[in-house]
């Protein structure tokens, strides 16, 4: 994911290089402070479970993963998939929106690691759990989105 980020920031640098015109003008932006825009980012993540597995997955979602997310203070938003190439897409908020990426440890996720860890009993069982879950999936994708918010009144 990283990867094919820089290369299209390479490319997008690369198409502005030699045009006279600085990147912020190029697109006709007055130079100064950088706005933002008013919306909440997210990691999407698609999952296709291995046939016969789907429902020993959302057992381990539902018994394990929700209540650790949940102590955690993590609102992760799941989809079930009736028709299509995956069986669930899940919404994981980013509070701090895309830097969070480069974040070395995420504290959020390190709670759900601690709690996932008091539900299993222990690190080993906790690993184990996480290892069955993962020989669950067929494969997956990910993909960084937002959700525009209404402007404010």
């Known amino acids: ?35 933002r825009q008013n919306v909440d980012w997210y990691q999407l993540t698609m999952t296709k479970f291995k046939p016969g597995k789907i429902g020993r997955a959302r057992e381990i979602i539902n018994d394990y993963f929700d209540k650790a997310l949940k102590t955690a203070g993590i609102e992760a938003k799941a989809i079930h998939v009736n028709i299509g190439d995956y069986d669930q897409i899940t919404l994981w908020p980013m509070k701090a929106g895309p830097d969070q990426m480069s974040w070395r440890r995420n504290p959020e996720f390190a709670k759900a ?13 906790r690993q184990e759990l996480v290892d069955e879950f993962d020989s669950l999936i067929a494969y997956e994708k990910e993909s960084l989105v937002h959700i525009d918010r209404p402007e404010a009144e």
């Not at 502005?16 to 950088?34: F, K, N, R, S, Y």
């Not at 690691?113 to 069982?125: F, P």
């Open 1 to 35: 994911m990283r990867k094919s980020i820089l290369t299209a920031a390479a490319f997008a640098l690369a198409t502005t290089m030699g045009v006279g015109a600085t990147p912020a003008l190029a697109d006709h932006h007055e130079a100064g402070e950088i706005e």
């Open 113 to 125: 690691w601690d709690a996932l860890k008091e539900l299993t009993g222990s690190e080993e069982k």
